[in-house]
């Protein structure tokens, strides 16, 4: 059974730093692009972008590229979002996602990031 | 590339039909071959019910279906049950490994 499991909910300050992270089971991790999808509380899904664990291939939205890092570790089958410096706009629910041809077959649990001073 | 078009919200008693439109731009028209649909229950992840417009994952009741014309793709879904109440997501793919998102639709189960 393919499995995305999501590190927790983290809390930060404005202009601090965060690292989530995505671990994939169940398939060949290094072969399947995963996707990360932003959804502010009571809105939509946004789509951040995606990478490709085999050889970190990143391609990320023009709304986010920039503002965030994606990456990822094979050893370890798990995907990486970072923020150097967050904002207060950042806070929402971050969910990855593998991208199977054309869709998104499987997700994970979804990361809360509150940014609050 | 602008985000999908859906209704905000839909409803429909128990045992009815509804649908949910999703609407592009004629930029997309080429791209909606592969649209997808997702579920999305109160405090949960999204869950993919449709896929490449019509096909539906293994698991998933025959009472979900997708449709396309033109610019636009519906979801509709048959034999409305409580459990079916939830956010509803079009997603459109891009290409170059990319996907585009509807607004999303709250369906209410009278």
């Known amino acids: 059974e393919v499995q995305l499991v999501q590190s927790g909910a983290e809390m930060k300050k404005p202009g601090e730093s965060v690292k989530i992270s995505c671990e994939g089971s169940g398939y060949t991790f290094r072969n399947f692009w995963i996707g990360w999808v932003r959804q502010v509380p009571g809105k939509g899904l946004e789509w951040m972008g995606i990478?490709?664990?085999?050889?970190?291939?990143?391609k990320y939205s023009p709304s986010f590229e920039g503002q965030v890092t994606m990456s990822a570790d094979t050893s370890s089958n798990t995907a990486y979002l970072q923020w150097q410096s967050l904002k207060t706009s950042d806070t929402a629910m971050y969910f990855c996602?593998?991208?199977?041809?054309?869709?998104?077959?499987?997700w994970g649990q979804g990361t809360l990031v509150t940014v609050s001073s | 590339q602008s985000a999908l078009t859906q209704p905000a919200s839909v409803s429909g008693s128990l045992g009815q039909s509804i649908t949910i439109s999703c609407t592009g731009s004629s930029n997309d028209a080429g791209s909606y071959k592969f649209v997808s649909w997702y579920q999305q229950l109160p405090g949960k992840a999204p869950k993919l019910i449709i896929y490449e417009s019509t096909k539906r994952p293994s698991g998933v009741s025959d009472r979900f279906s997708g449709s396309r014309s033109g610019t636009s793709a519906s979801l509709i879904i048959s034999g409305l049950q409580a459990e079916d109440e939830a956010n509803y997501h079009c997603?459109?793919?891009?290409?170059?490994?990319?996907?585009?998102f509807g607004g999303g639709t709250r369906l209410t189960v009278l």
């Open positions: 990478i490709y664990p085999g050889d970190s291939d990143t």
């Open positions: 996602a593998r991208l199977y041809g054309s869709q998104l077959d499987s």
């Open positions: 997603c459109s793919y891009a290409g170059t490994h990319s996907v585009i």
